[in-house]
């Protein structure tokens, strides 16, 4: 059973950070492919960034340069780490893990293994 619990949201002023973790279950985050995915207000969910197994990462043009993902196995534990945060980035962010979902855009569709989010909302 695959658990995945998101913390570190909050509210921020535009240009500043805060950094996303995602606590899994078992080894997830050093067997399978893992994303981040946002859904604002409205909108269609996203996916914002992922990584592979191996550490290879994918971000949606958007955040690239901005948004940094890593993943710390040890702790099975994956990160997000946003700096200069715009309005728009402004959602409920969504740790997302599943076997071949290793590229950002895979998690535009409900498919893998979700938390339950965790909300940015940046003024």
């Known amino acids: 059973h695959v658990q995945l619990v998101e913390s570190g949201g909050g509210s921020v002023q535009a240009g500043r950070s805060l950094r996303l973790s995602c606590a899994s279950s078992g080894s997830i985050v050093s067997t399978m492919c893992m994303g981040w995915v946002r859904q604002a207000p409205g909108k269609e969910r996203e996916g914002v960034a992922a990584m592979d197994s191996d550490g290879r990462t994918t971000y949606e043009n958007s955040v690239k340069g901005r948004f940094t993902m890593s993943k710390d196995n040890a702790k099975d534990t994956l990160y997000l780490e946003m700096n200069n945060l715009k309005p728009e980035d402004t959602g409920m962010y969504y740790c997302?893990?599943?076997?071949?979902?290793?590229?950002?855009?895979?998690?535009?569709?409900?498919?893998?293994?979700w938390g339950q989010g965790t909300q940015v909302t940046v003024s």
């Open positions: 997302a893990a599943g076997d071949f979902l290793c590229h950002y855009s895979d998690y535009s569709r409900p498919v893998g293994h």
